[in-house]
T-cell receptor, first 116, second 113 residues
């Protein structure tokens, strides 16, 4: 069974500061993938970044980077230079070795609020 | 641009009614998924399908069934709605190879009274 743990239910951050959202995972699959999604108050789920378990380098997408530490089973999301529009729920998720045919296991989410 | 649409944004049904939630994707994705989202619990997988007429149970299939008669359409069925099925329901689709991102629909907020 897979499990995702997000230990920060809520965070307040000053605009322009960097933000780290924590995510730890547990799985017995040798091959897996880790995702971060953003859900603004409007409700849509927006894909941010993906890291495969065999990827040698940490994934980056614009202001988002994923700090992947395989031995520690952690996949923290780092947002550089936060903006007011970054205020949202953030979910860490993982898939197993079934690739795109696998359903995702989600964490409970972190509610990020960026303050001016 | 991938588009996943769901038949209703808001739905109110009575206990015991049969409820159909429809999801359509326009990108020829093999895989489709139904999740429910509840405050403090994140998203939980109900059912998924990797091909037409194929279905697999997710983590919380009890009280639900699904139908996939065409590749682009995946329906979630509540055979006899109960108040504990009041939730936000999210549909998603993905490719099997070449990219693992799941694309989500806007969600259906279902209230069972």
């Amino acid at each position: 069974a897979q499990k995702i743990t997000q230990t920060q239910p809520g965070m307040f951050v000053q605009e322009k500061e960097a933000v780290t959202l924590d995510c730890t995972y547990d799985t017995s699959d040798p091959s897996y993938g880790l995702f971060w999604y953003k859900q603004p108050s409007s409700g849509e789920m927006i894909f941010l970044i993906y890291q495969g378990s065999y990827d040698q380098q940490n994934a980056t997408e614009g202001r988002y980077s994923l700090n992947f530490q395989k031995a520690r089973k952690s996949a923290n999301l780092v947002i550089s230079a936060s903006q007011l529009g970054d205020s949202a729920m953030y979910f860490c998720a993982m898939r197993g070795s079934g690739g795109g045919a696998d359903g995702l296991t989600f964490g409970k989410g972190t509610h990020l609020i960026i303050q001016p | 641009d991938v588009k996943v649409t769901q038949s209703s944004r808001y739905l109110v049904k009575r206990t015991g009614e049969k409820v159909f939630l429809e999801c359509v994707q326009d990108m020829d994705h093999e895989n489709m998924f139904w999740y429910r989202q509840d405050p403090g619990l994140g998203l939980r997988l109900i059912y998924f399908s990797y091909d037409v007429k194929m279905k697999e149970k997710g983590d919380i299939p009890e009280g639900y069934s699904v139908s996939r008669e065409k590749k682009e359409r995946f329906s979630l069925i509540l055979e006899s709605a109960s108040t504990n099925q009041t939730s936000m329901y999210l549909c998603a689709s993905s490719l099997t190879y070449g990219g693992y991102e799941q694309y989500f629909g806007p969600g259906t907020r279902l209230t069972v009274t």
